[in-house]
């Protein structure tokens, strides 16, 4: 779609196997890591235009157990200078990832594990994708916000832009219009209307790194808010900040990415994410043209790679299609 409207959504084969159900428009897919930018990412772009946080606070000043329970002096001394925007940017230091879900049952304790872990590089020395760093990102702008990230999102970001299909945990009345995911270790059952995510799933589905459950078109709706933002027209969200998160920050050498955002660089300038399920956005800036695309890839086991393939397909065809048309009129 546009700035304007939806220029083409369809909906195609069934929720699983089994049953035949077909997959609707309604359908509500875990997003996994595109959570990151819905969520976390989209708050962030509130709290900074409301002025409840910049990118060069420290996370210590929000989260201060992240240095006092710093397992050594050394990665104290380091815990200091890691700011928002390395969290963000995914150049904190932090392990990538780690198991913690084998023996964490909430979200504190999720937390505290987290902290508790010793930094694997110096801050800002390396690009390394982290779970843990987005998961205390999302507890940082609870803090900043002072309220719960899941009310953020809420209230900054699905209710004024219309979302009214995302969400997390969703109630099991809905679980029916729900996408399933993988089948569990050593049963019939799938993970089936609670996030995938193993780590999301042991923290009760409201991290910062995953646990939001969407349709294409809320997603859309994002999709076209940011490119009116873009070109100065959104009331939601000022050109300046979204400039700022869809600008490559390079913390550390070779790293492409935006503040919570993926970046495609040159002259097509884009900003997009893609989630373990199967999900993905991208906003094309300046084609001024979003995408979303939401599967269950994972479905019935994450040992498929046959995704990337029809991702890059579609995304070809769309572009391809999109700038056809372009130059037509």
């Not at 359908?27 to 900074?48: E, F, H, P, R």
């Not at 890691?82 to 964490?104: D, F, M, P």
């Not at 970001?157 to 219009?177: A, I, K, Y």
């Not at 209307?193 to 459950?213: C, Y």
Request: hydrophobic content about 40%; some cysteine; glycine content about 8%.
């Amino acid at each position: 779609g546009t700035a304007d409207k939806i220029l083409w959504s369809e909906a195609f084969g069934c929720l699983d196997y089994t049953r035949h159900l077909p997959v609707t428009k309604e359908t509500l897919y875990d997003l996994a890591s595109v959570t990151k930018v819905i969520g976390t990412t989209s708050v962030y772009m509130q709290l900074v235009k409301q002025g409840k946080v910049r990118m060069s606070d420290p996370v210590s000043q929000y989260l201060p157990e992240f240095v006092e329970l710093a397992p050594t002096d050394e990665d104290r001394a380091k815990r200091k200078q890691i700011t928002v925007e390395h969290l963000l940017t995914h150049t904190a230091g932090l392990t990538a990832w780690k198991a913690y879900y084998r023996a964490q049952t909430n979200y504190a304790g999720m937390l505290h594990a987290i902290v508790t872990t010793p930094l694997q590089s110096d801050p800002g020395a390396e690009f390394r994708y982290s779970d843990f760093g987005m998961l205390l990102a999302g507890e940082v702008a609870a803090r900043a916000g002072k309220k719960p990230l899941a009310e953020l999102e809420r209230e900054l970001v699905f209710d004024p832009l219309g979302l009214t299909n995302t969400m997390r945990n969703p109630p099991s009345r809905l679980w029916s219009q729900v996408a399933p995911t993988e089948r569990m270790p050593g049963s019939t059952n799938f993970v089936h209307g609670v996030v995938h995510d193993e780590n999301a799933r042991a923290g009760e589905g409201i991290t910062g790194h995953a646990g939001l459950f969407s349709t294409a078109e809320d997603l859309g709706k994002l999709g076209a808010e940011l490119l009116r933002a873009d070109e100065g027209k959104s009331s939601w969200l000022p050109q300046s900040v979204l400039a700022e998160f869809a600008r490559p920050h390079e913390l550390a050498r070779d790293s492409n990415r935006g503040l919570g955002w993926g970046i495609e660089r040159g002259p097509k300038r884009a900003i997009g994410h893609n989630g373990f399920t199967g999900t993905y956005i991208r906003v094309e800036l300046a084609r001024k043209m979003y995408i979303v695309l939401l599967t269950n890839a994972v479905h019935p086991t994450r040992d498929n790679n046959k995704l990337g393939q029809v991702r890059r397909a579609f995304l070809d065809s769309v572009l391809q299609a999109f700038d056809h048309t372009a130059a037509a009129d």
